[in-house]
């Protein structure tokens, strides 16, 4: 699918010199409707590209499936204009034998702007999903050396960023070996992450234990519900948490890392995942079932 970016015509201005006019890359913005057996599901606006994941990560995040067999297949949806023609803006899941439909409340009364991946619920309390994945205690423990290298492998593998400055970035690491399984860019952060939990379902990978999702913004409530529902132990973001989401960490057993910058990070939650320099090294080497490309 060759949308991801578009070229448009733009006026640079600077003040104190002549005006210029050129053509400028733009990260495209589309919307994406989600349906589960032929039923509309939810609306969001994302960046095309891995819809497939981006569906799959979606319904984790929202508690319909928890594990990669539960996920049978993804399919664009012809038909979707009055002339007949695919858009591949309308994606219908099927669920796998036995797995119950959604529940008809998590349908969206609103579409999800790529700002905002809660918006939508009908309640407050619908907001909270709850995990089948526990990470409280999950043993994984990072060389902080090893953490503070991530930034900078996120940013230099964000091809589509690297041409338009406009998309967010989420990224899976091992936290044991530091290597980097999956990166996923959209206009929407909380799209990002599904797209990299949507990647995991399909690789059947769930629970993602020992694993850090780095963010390249700040880690949200949603951003820390989501990789909850994955079952990831650490949340490492390059700006500053919200409270709300050190609260939900705390209370779950997330760790948070924030401001990971240069050698320097602040930790807000279980710090006990983040090694003293005297405590001894686990040589235990964690190798996940596949490598892949981060792209």
């Known amino acids: 699918m060759n949308r991801i970016t578009a070229r448009k015509r733009v006026t640079r201005v600077t003040v104190g010199t002549s005006r210029a006019v050129r053509d400028d890359v733009l990260a495209v913005e589309e919307p994406l409707e989600i349906r589960v057996g032929g039923s509309a599901l939810a609306i969001t606006m994302r960046t095309p590209g891995n819809d497939f994941d981006l569906a799959a ?16 297949a993804a399919r664009y949806c012809a038909g979707a204009t009055d002339e007949g023609l695919n858009t591949y803006n309308v994606l219908d899941v099927a669920l796998a034998p036995g797995v119950p439909a959604p529940d008809p409340s998590l349908e969206r009364a609103f579409y999800t702007t790529s700002s905002c991946g809660l918006c939508g619920k009908a309640s407050i309390d619908a907001v909270r999903t709850k995990s089948q994945h526990a990470v409280l205690h999950d043993d994984l423990v990072l060389d902080p050396a090893l953490l503070a290298g991530f930034p900078d492998d996120l940013r230099a593998a964000q091809a589509v960023f690297e041409k338009t400055g406009g998309l967010h970035a989420a990224a899976l690491f091992d936290g044991r070996t530091g290597r980097m399984l999956v990166l996923r860019e959209d206009v929407g952060r909380h799209n990002a992450v599904d797209k990299v939990v949507g990647w995991a379902v399909k690789e059947d990978l769930l629970p993602l234990s020992g694993m850090v999702l780095m963010v390249s913004g700040r880690a949200s409530f949603e951003l820390t519900q989501k990789a909850s529902m994955a079952g990831i132990p650490v949340l490492a973001a390059v700006s500053a948490p919200s409270s709300l989401a050190v609260d939900l960490a705390s209370e779950v057993g997330i760790t948070i890392v924030g401001f990971l910058r240069g050698q320097s990070m602040v930790v807000y939650s279980r710090p006990d995942r983040i090694r003293e320099p005297d405590q001894p090294t686990d040589d235990t080497v964690h190798t996940p079932t596949e490598t892949v490309s981060a792209r």
């Open 57 to 72: 990560g979606f319904l984790v995040s929202e508690g319909v499936i928890a594990s990669g067999d539960e996920f049978q």
